[in-house]
């Protein structure tokens, strides 16, 4: 068992790998009565055309990996939410563009637990009649979010500025694409990406790192698995342009929806430069449109945001985009204005203090963010998938300059690579 020591945010983790690929990472939070547990894999949304080894690509249907994070919790038995229940503990999953996560929280049967986690998702069970039935229940949910404004909005965008790469597509695919999945290709997909080497577990909380290594060597061992080769993903050449430059979609919303995006044509295949890259974009975006910034109390003050504006950025070694937007009485305004304020701060850069206010804020939130396990549990994992250490933020944070920042605001918002989606009532 391997210790990692973070002295400058007074953590240390303990990680041991399995002989069958397996990555086991414990952070003991002494004091804490809560335990999380994450059990991820390296897989989502967008990995629709795959390899192994020298085996010949394959392509399958969208939204196949939501769908088997859906039918993990199928069990010959039963359903494994009431197992958990009955070892009280809350346990969820979710799919992501790139990952698949299994979790839970609970204060007590900790091992209990954890052992259930592992299996649960070390133990497939698919039929072509469970697999049938769990089609009309994704149906339903993907029809749901067609009438959720903040989803449609938010993946508009996407699919305004991509023309090919699988990030457009909604994760949880269409009701055509998985009217396609069968129980083969979802043994398929398993097989593939739920290998012990494409996985990663995470624990933290009032746990022994000793107790916890020793739990997953012994559940291990009593399983076997096929060496695997390595995943390759093949994704089709993305064009530099956005797909659209804008589209409307039309809902019965009180107040219209707006958001604009910028597309970059990759990030960076350097772990370390993908994730200084992201911190000093954040930043930047932060001081130029967060809630304490001139443009922001702007544009509240005349009424075109309401405090649902927020802005994010999005990254990983084959796509980069932002969003920055929310609710507006008037899209084209905003789009105007925001415009208007980007290219003045491009002309003049930012406030040194604004930024230095920002820096702060963000070290600040970072730190806070390490009290939380189910925060830790998720970004560390996050953070682990893209080749980066969450533990090592700090010093990057602290790293970046006003003229790194300053560059990326004059880089970033390419006008010939921005897209805007709207959702309102008169949308055509």
């Known amino acids: 068992m391997e210790t990692l020591a973070y002295p400058g945010v007074q953590e240390t983790l303990y990680r041991e790998a399995m002989p069958n690929g397996l990555e086991v990472v414990v952070l003991p939070k002494e004091g804490f009565s809560k335990t999380y547990a994450t059990f991820s894999t390296k897989y989502g949304s967008v990995d629709n055309r795959f390899a192994v080894g020298d085996q010949a690509p394959i392509s399958v249907p969208d939204g196949i990996a939501h769908f088997l994070e859906h039918k993990m919790f199928e069990e010959p038995t039963g359903d494994i939410f009431a197992t958990f229940a009955s070892q009280g503990a809350s346990a969820n999953a979710f799919t992501s563009f790139d990952r698949t996560v299994y979790l839970f929280s609970a204060t007590e049967q900790i091992e209990a637990n954890l052992s259930t986690l592992i299996d649960f998702v070390q133990h497939p069970y698919f039929t072509d009649e469970n697999v049938e039935k769990e089609k009309g229940i994704i149906e339903q949910e993907i029809n749901m979010y067609r009438d959720n ?15 090919k790469h699988p990030i457009h597509i909604d994760i949880a695919g269409t009701v055509e694409s998985i009217r396609q999945i069968d129980k083969e290709t979802l043994y398929r997909c398993y097989e593939t990406f739920y290998h012990p080497s494409n996985m990663f577990l995470f624990v933290v909380g009032g746990v022994t790192p000793e107790a916890v290594m020793k739990l997953v060597r012994d559940n291990q061992a ?130 040194q203090a604004a930024f230095e206010r920002t820096k702060r ?68």
């Open 149 to 163: 404004a903040d989803w449609r909005v938010y993946f508009g965008l996407i699919d305004a500025l991509y023309h």
């Open 222 to 351: 009593r399983k076997s698995f096929k060496p695997q080769g390595e995943i390759k993903r093949f994704f089709d050449a993305e064009p530099e342009t956005v797909k659209l430059p804008v589209k409307k979609t039309s809902l019965p919303v009180s107040m219209p929806k707006c958001m604009i995006g910028f597309k970059e044509s990759r990030g960076s295949a350097d772990p370390d430069q993908l994730l200084r890259t992201e911190l000093t974009t954040k930043l930047m975006l932060d001081a130029l449109l967060g809630s304490s910034s001139p443009i922001y109390h702007a544009l509240y003050d005349d009424s075109l945001i309401t405090d649902s504006f927020g802005h994010e950025f999005n990254s990983s070694e084959d796509y980069a985009f932002s969003v920055v937007g929310g609710e507006t009485r008037d899209p084209d305004e905003l789009i105007r204005r925001l415009r208007e304020a980007i290219e003045r701060a491009q002309a003049e850069g930012l406030d």
């Open 361 to 428: 804020k963000k070290i600040g939130g970072y730190l806070r963010m390490l009290n939380s396990p189910e925060a830790i549990a998720s970004e560390f994992t996050r953070y682990r998938f893209r080749g980066a250490d969450l533990f090592k933020l700090l010093p990057v944070y602290e790293d970046i300059t006003l003229d790194e920042a300053n560059a990326r605001l004059r880089s970033h918002f390419d006008w010939n690579r921005m897209a805007v989606s709207v959702v309102a009532k008169d949308a055509q």
